[in-house]
């Protein structure tokens, strides 16, 4: 009984209860009737689906296809992001100058972009990883913004005292106490952007592959599994993502006592 009332008191339990329940429901609707099977298919199904050699052949090759585009694009926006932000945080001047812009910015959602992006780019690759690189870049560059103006200033006091340039104080002082932020708005960034490659995938289109190409096509040809199968695999690629990324944190910063 105890054991039982423990692993009922532990949080994965808590927060996966929900789901089993909300996928039994799945499975029990589906097999007593009370959806069609236009709407919901069966967990057999998608089995028999996601084993089938040219399902597994596509959606290989477009996981291959948002990965690449994951990565072309976040890399530009997180890059790009690290140094805004930075420099906005350590230059006061920079902060007056473009500070009230990139707020601004950061309250236009970011697909409004996609259709001046379209007009811009086309419907081709381009477009989707200059769309997920501003994706990207809004949450990893406020995260280097705070995390430097947050630093306290006692720290910047021993770095005077030592006679540090200031190049060095960046590296050695600003850096280094900025980094639980950074690396907060770093997750938020990858997260994000996993977001902006299904949803450039979805919104923009065009001749390309990618998990939310299939999961178009899926509805057009009135698949429901391939649907369905899409979106468990993108909906685990981002609870993967998560994952990792908070062990990561937890591992880096653990010294600091932060919450994980």
Not at 98 to 127: K, M, Y
């Amino acid at each position: 009984m105890n054991a039982a009332a423990a692993i009922s008191r532990h949080p994965l339990f808590r927060g996966l209860l929900p789901v089993a329940l909300l996928l039994a429901l799945w499975e029990v609707a589906v097999v007593r009737g009370w959806v069609g099977t236009d709407v919901l298919v069966s967990f057999g199904t998608l089995y028999e689906t996601a084993t089938t050699p040219e399902v597994r052949s596509s959606f290989g090759s477009g996981l291959t296809a948002s990965g690449v585009r994951l990565v072309e694009g976040a890399s530009f926006g997180i890059a790009g992001g690290l140094l805004f932000g930075i420099g906005l945080g350590v230059s006061r001047w920079s902060d007056r100058l473009f500070g009230p812009s990139f707020h601004a910015f950061r309250q236009v959602a970011v697909f409004a972009w996609i259709p001046l992006l379209t007009a811009w780019f086309g419907n081709g690759d381009l477009s989707k990883i200059v769309f997920v690189a501003l994706a990207s870049f809004g949450p990893v560059a406020m995260g280097a913004f705070e995390g430097v103006k947050s630093v306290p200033q006692s720290y910047l006091e021993v770095g005077r005292v030592l006679c540090f340039s200031r190049r060095r104080q960046l590296w050695r002082i600003v850096l280094p106490a900025a980094a639980p932020a950074i690396f907060t708005g770093l997750q938020l960034s990858l997260i994000f952007s996993w977001f902006a490659t299904i949803g450039a995938e979805y919104l923009i289109g065009g001749m390309t592959q990618g998990i939310g190409t299939l999961v178009m096509q899926g509805r057009e040809q009135m698949r429901p599994d391939l649907v369905l199968l899409g979106i468990l695999l993108i909906a685990l690629i981002g609870i993967g993502m998560n994952t990792l990324l908070r062990l990561a944190s937890r591992s880096l910063f653990k010294w600091r006592g932060l919450p994980s």
